[in-house]
């Protein structure tokens, strides 16, 4: 009897550790599929949502740079600077952007990584000398910020997917081309949008001053004028000075400028300093020009950003 029982609890025995051997060779499994899965590393969450816009559920889109975070002045964990390196493709800005990331992008490209830097490849603008253009230290230096011309966005889109199809195995190249496609079309339709919503703004008063130069792409697809900027460079990360300030407070006088749209990401200390270098007389009006928000808090995509921005643009340059 007793041998009996115990035969039993052997074959009971035995038949726990194989259900749990093929659970865990289950689980083993599925993480395998998952670390299989393809992957595409964006810096930027701008970028990050064109990319996901393309990319589908074709892949993985990891973004490294967080809602509301300065592109100029965010840096990586030691773990997003090894996920650069694990990545089947890195979509970045370039043109000096991501100043603190492009070291890691950089090393991901020795390391065999495909990268892809979208700004390089969509016909970009330098800054432009003198009083109604960009800073003079950086005349003939390419601007980074290209998203803000929706056109450059629409062939960037087409070349990730060129990318997309190219690096990343295993992707339905076909739904990747819809995908590209489909968003093409809504990127067309926003500059149509934004050409009509421009429409109501004179001509006198189609001048831009910002907190850093940044709108260089849209003034020059729109029919704007940049007068100047708070902060007399390309970057945030540089700062004006007492002349700086009174060359902008005069050419700001000059052309007949009471609006300052500053970043929502960026302090406007700088900009209320020069409201009251101007006696006060000056409207600061806040856009989302370098990052998304969080979804539901104005710009959580590219598409919601730009018409945003338009919206604030037109009624700030019309007094509205």
Known sequence: MSVRVGAARVRALLVTLISFSVIAAAATGCAGNDDERPRVVVTTNIL?????????????????????????????????????????????????????????????????????????????????????????????????????????VRKAAGLIADQVTEHVDGVDEKAVRNNAARYEGQLADLTTWMEKSFAAVPENRRALVTNHHVFGYLADRFGFRVIGAVIPSGTTLASPSSSDLRSLTQAMEQAGVRTVFADSSQPTKLAEVLRQEMGGDVDVVSL?????????????????????????????????
Do not use: C
């Open 48 to 152: 990050g949502d064109i990319t996901r816009e393309i990319v589908g559920d074709e892949a993985d889109v990891s973004v490294l740079m967080k809602p509301n975070a300065d592109p100029h002045s965010f840096g990586l964990s030691a773990v997003q600077a090894a996920e650069l390196e694990k990545a089947d493709l890195v979509v970045y800005n370039g043109l000096g952007l991501e100043e603190n990331v492009l070291r890691h992008v950089e090393a991901a490209r020795e390391s065999g990584v495909a990268t892809f830097a979208a700004g390089e490849a969509a016909d970009p603008l330098t800054f432009h000398t003198g009083r109604d253009g960009g800073p003079k230290d950086e005349a003939g230096e390419p601007d980074p910020h290209f998203w803000t011309d929706p056109d450059r």
């Open 288 to 320: 989302y020009s370098e990052s998304l928000t969080e979804k539901g808090k104005g710009a959580g995509t590219y598409l919601e950003m730009m018409r945003a921005n338009t919206s604030a643009m037109a009624d700030g340059l019309t007094g509205d």
